[in-house]
């Protein structure tokens, strides 16, 4: 499954960015998706993940009630909806996805991830 990860840019503390992660369609559509991210040496972490179907979400505390993560299957897209940015958020973002068999499955470390994308650079100025 090849991803395709866009929307990044430069922002100033406190605007917003919306990311978007396009994969083809069968395989995407298939699987669990999430956003991560690596700050300059940092280790990549998770930002955001939701299930196959849509329904199930998680969020790292860090980006709880700031970030907003959704899938359209029609368009084979995951958004990152991301408000209120601060410099901290400042990291190159990758988007990943597995196929997963149960529907509601939602995966949050990158070692369960399978495909990735390149990565889109997110840099927030204070």
């Known amino acids: 499954v090849q991803l395709q990860a866009s929307g990044g840019g430069l922002v100033q503390a406190g605007g917003s960015l919306r990311l978007s992660c396009a994969g083809s369609r069968r395989d995407f559509n298939m699987s669990a998706t999430g956003w991560f991210r690596q700050a300059p040496g940092k280790e990549r972490e998770i930002v955001a993940a939701i299930s196959r179907n849509g329904y199930n979400t998680y969020y790292a505390d860090s980006v709880k009630g700031r970030f907003t993560i959704s899938r359209n299957n029609a368009k084979s897209a995951v958004a990152l909806q991301m408000n209120s940015l601060e410099s901290e958020d400042t990291a190159i973002y990758y988007c990943?996805?597995?196929?997963?068999?149960?529907?509601?499955?939602?995966?949050?470390?990158?070692?369960?991830?399978?495909?990735w994308g390149q990565g889109t650079e997110v840099t927030v100025s204070s």
């Open positions: 990943a996805s597995k196929y997963a068999r149960r529907p509601e499955v939602v995966l949050v470390t990158p070692s369960e991830y399978q495909n």
